[in-house]
């Protein structure tokens, strides 16, 4: 069954809805209340209204066809709440509450999941947070928004395994404003499971990028047949990478990690990037969501700082990354601009670039001309060590004004002044890191986008 | 001859001072005058005064012995300049200027080496930012205050080959506060060499963990019997790891960066740390500059999210730290807290110890008092999800009031509300990470320098 109601309801039911502050179908419904464009339908048992919003004592109750009920009540009281979603024709449920499955309670799913199949539903949960659809408001997430930000808008769907890691990765790209089209915690998957939402977002035009964390999948063939059909490029954390991590995520979830190498050669098999950490993954994303994809993984780097572009030039060679040669019409507009007294004479004019410790922002701007107008250019590395005197706030102007045909990213290690500048630079919609290694990692991640790369195919530009 | 003078000067002579702002001897002039305790002697050959200090128009002419001589003047002037400082028997020189090997003029290096054997002196550089001692005030940095921030004091030496990267590094923990006792960046490195300053600070009390940054080093036995012999932990980024990035290091510093796999096993051998990265360095310099050094390598996990247990657990175990087996008491105590109903019954009570979603602040206390009484544990990585809403800021006075025999660090993945309470589990002393990779990083970075790790020997704790 299609899941385009779940993901965009009408309207929604959320059973176990609450005036109590505190109580979880209370911070739902104050979530929904602010930014879901639908109608909405509180259930509770005893009061007339919910945040002002007329209630009904059971779903059975509501005279409109609800497309999606959301549930938030004890477990013992679900097998029988989704019967009565069944009578009241209810096709999507999802279930946040705990203590199924994961707490011993598999009598509890079973229980569910003969009810849901006597009445042809779709289920997400139990156990998770649900969905937060930036484009409509639909808002599933019951931490409250002063603890947890929601991300803008975007083209990247971040699906989690892990419903509290997922949590604190939102929080973590909403400050860095990455942007998402879907986010989606699956929990103990009784229904729909990794592969029916990898399915889903490849048809999803509101999504070109899927970011994935998991543990382990349900059915192995089913998910990596489903990443490979996909047609958009994914991105997987997998934890559980050794015996005892794999040990303490099946008395976490209930369910099986599976072995690494298995997971590893699957991954690569399907074409999806497979990120190390989560700092990987965030450094990822942050590209995707700031930046276009390259042609080719042909990198040039420029530099005022050697060291640093050696440590780029190190971490670029060892993800199979190419240092782009540069063409002779780019060497001959440098040496001209050595000649010129733009560029100092102590300056490497091959690829890594050094413009040295005394670059100004107009050498900057020469160099970042001639090496995006090269062909044989994909990406830029733009290493800025602003600790320097001869560089302040014009970097941002060189970096708006130079033409973006390929993507750019920013390394700038440093402190306050530093980091008062890279939010500018951000806000231009330039990414910035803090180290070369992360540098490089974005740009590894946007290379493995690019339909050339083996890997990832792409159906259109983010 | 002793490094003593160079680093802790009475007096220091300034050859180049200007009271020209963005002139190297002006920045270094005002970064003197801010906080050096000793006497200043700018050299001039035409002000009277630099920076309302009486000037002097050469070495030759101060009528006093002078401990430090800070050269910036042009390459081509300094080898006089050396020869000056012999005849007024300054003993220690550092030249920050630049345009010596790494620009094609040996030839002036050479004539310094003559000149400097001829008067018998140490001199640091040239092409380096010299000597920032934080006791003392000592600072040669040109890099003005307002674009690059000094640290505060702590144990940590960090000796830098490259001069722009070490100011990076510098500005970065001034802005975590972690706390240095040195900072050295020593150039081209014509006299005075890596294995001359780990010897120096081997015996320098304020200093008791060395870290360097290096492409490559000068003498490598030299080097490697130095920090064998320096009875304090080591760590070092060494950068130039492939063919490509050894080849830029080359062109930048004018030294070969020499083959990865000597270096890999020759700092392993001389008990030196090696880290992959800059952030990696930076973790482990976190987890120094905060907490003390553990007994051993087993350690615990307390987490109110299972995916972040799962994750932490993956690194420790490849980095080759071990799970801390809990003790029967622990065991018990935890049991006892269940059934007190202070943990909840769906907790996980082996490690990784997972207190699950609706963990309280009082849940953490009493587990973290548990696993801190634990002889079986010799550190502790705390994972807070702070955007549950049964979380707040008490989590700041737990962590403040448990007993810290032993090293914790925090790991909260987030956004601005975690971020908000996190820097003041920083302020009461607590490291905190981003990713539970990072975490271990700095668990793993401490357990390396216990003594029985079988890597770096520790004189006295930090």
Redesign the interface.
């Known amino acids: 069954m299609s899941l385009d109601r779940m993901f965009y309801p009408d309207d929604v039911a959320v059973i176990g809805a609450s005036n109590k502050k505190?109580k979880v179908g209370n911070?739902i419904m104050r979530s929904l209340k602010k930014k879901y464009s639908g109608e909405i339908y509180p259930v509770n048992l005893k009061e007339e209204t919910i945040l002002d919003i007329p209630a009904y004592p059971s779903i059975v109750d509501i005279d409109a066809p609800v497309d999606l009920a959301i549930i938030a009540l004890p477990a013992k009281m679900v097998p029988d709440i989704v019967d009565q979603c069944g009578s009241a024709g209810v096709k999507n449920l999802i279930v946040v509450s705990?203590?199924f499955g994961?707490?011993g309670r598999n009598d509890l799913e079973r229980e569910i999941k003969d009810k849901m199949d006597r009445h042809d539903m779709n289920l997400l949960g139990p156990n998770c947070l649900g969905i937060l659809n930036t484009s409509t408001g639909l808002d599933t997430i019951?931490?409250?928004p002063?603890?947890?930000?929601r991300p803008p808008s975007g083209s990247i769907a971040f699906i989690?395994?892990?419903?509290?890691?997922g949590?604190?990765?939102?929080?973590?790209?909403?400050?860095a404003e990455i942007g998402l089209s879907k986010f989606v915690s699956y929990g103990n998957r009784i229904d729909i499971d990794e592969a029916d939402l990898v399915d889903y977002l490849s048809t999803d035009e509101e999504t070109d990028f899927i970011i994935i964390?998991m543990?382990g999948v349900k059915y192995g063939r089913r998910f990596f047949e489903a990443a490979k059909r996909c047609g958009k490029p994914m991105m997987a954390v997998k934890?559980?990478?050794?015996?005892?991590?794999?040990s303490?995520?099946t008395?976490?979830?209930a369910s099986l990690?599976g072995r690494d190498k298995v997971y590893h050669g699957a991954f690569k098999q399907a074409g999806v990037i497979r990120a190390r950490?989560?700092?990987e993954m965030f450094n990822v994303a942050k590209a995707v969501s700031y930046q276009p994809v390259p042609r080719g993984d042909a990198i040039a780097i420029v530099t005022?700082?050697?060291?640093?572009?050696?440590?780029a030039?190190?971490?670029?060679?060892?993800r199979g990354l190419s240092?782009a040669s540069l063409s002779v019409e780019t060497k001959k507009d440098l040496k001209e601009a050595v000649e010129e007294g733009v560029i100092s004479?102590?300056a490497?004019l091959?690829n890594?670039i050094?413009i040295v410790?005394d670059a100004t922002p107009e050498r900057y701007e020469r160099t970042l001309k001639a090496v995006l107008d090269d062909e044989n250019v994909d990406s830029v590395i733009v290493v800025i060590?602003?600790?320097?005197?001869t560089l302040d706030e014009r970097m941002v102007d060189v970096l708006d004004r130079v033409e973006k045909n390929k993507p750019v990213v920013v390394v700038a290690?440093?402190?306050?002044?530093?980091?008062k500048i890279t939010a500018k630079i951000e806000d231009a919609g330039i990414p910035v890191y803090?180290?070369?290694?992360?540098g490089v990692q974005a740009v590894w991640g946007l290379s493995r986008c690019c339909p050339g790369s083996g890997g990832v195919r792409r159906t259109k530009d983010i």
């Open positions: 505190g911070a705990a203590g994961e707490a019951f931490n409250p002063d603890r947890q930000d989690s395994q892990s419903g509290a890691f949590a604190a990765t939102l929080d973590w790209f909403s400050e964390y543990e934890s559980g990478r050794t015996e005892e991590g794999a303490a995520a008395s976490h979830t990690a950490d989560i700092r005022n700082g050697g060291g640093a572009g050696v440590m030039t190190d971490e670029l060679v060892e240092l004479e102590h490497t091959d890594p050094d410790g060590l602003f600790q320097s005197p290690p440093g402190g306050r002044y530093t980091h803090q180290t070369p290694a992360e």
